[in-house]
């Protein structure tokens, strides 16, 4: 089976940083492109970042600048740092990857991980 797997959201205050890593099994993660989505409440989920199978990235403008996406495809994870972060970016955030439906749509989604910014 594959699974796509988030951690390391949390709380953060404004003006703060984290981490999160998406862990994948049951696929051939290298040769695949990955992408970080997000879903705030009442609002419909949104591309945050993409990742190619080279290493190329993509970033909405939203966080262009202030989130980074890479992936060690030695250890199976994708991870996408969030610094300087804004209660606008408060949301559930979901690991996306494997066979490409359309740009930024890839075929598996992980549960998602909770990312509150609030003071």
């Known amino acids: 089976q594959v699974q796509l797997v988030e951690s390391g959201g949390g709380l953060v205050q404004p003006g703060g940083s984290l981490r999160l890593s998406c862990a994948a099994s049951?696929?051939?993660?290298?040769?695949?492109?990955m992408a970080w989505y997000r879903q705030a409440p009442g609002k419909q989920r949104e591309l945050v970042a993409a990742i190619t199978s080279g290493g190329n990235t993509n970033y909405a403008d939203s966080v262009k600048g202030r989130f980074t996406i890479s992936r060690n495809n030695a250890k199976n994870t994708m991870y996408l740092q969030m610094n300087s972060l804004k209660p606008e970016d408060t949301a559930v955030y979901y690991c996306?990857?494997?066979?490409?439906?359309?740009?930024?749509?890839?075929?598996?989604w992980g549960e998602g991980t909770r990312v509150t910014v609030s003071s």
């Open positions: 049951g696929m051939l993660f290298s040769i695949y492109a």
């Open positions: 996306n990857g494997g066979p490409t439906i359309s740009r930024y749509n890839y075929s598996y």
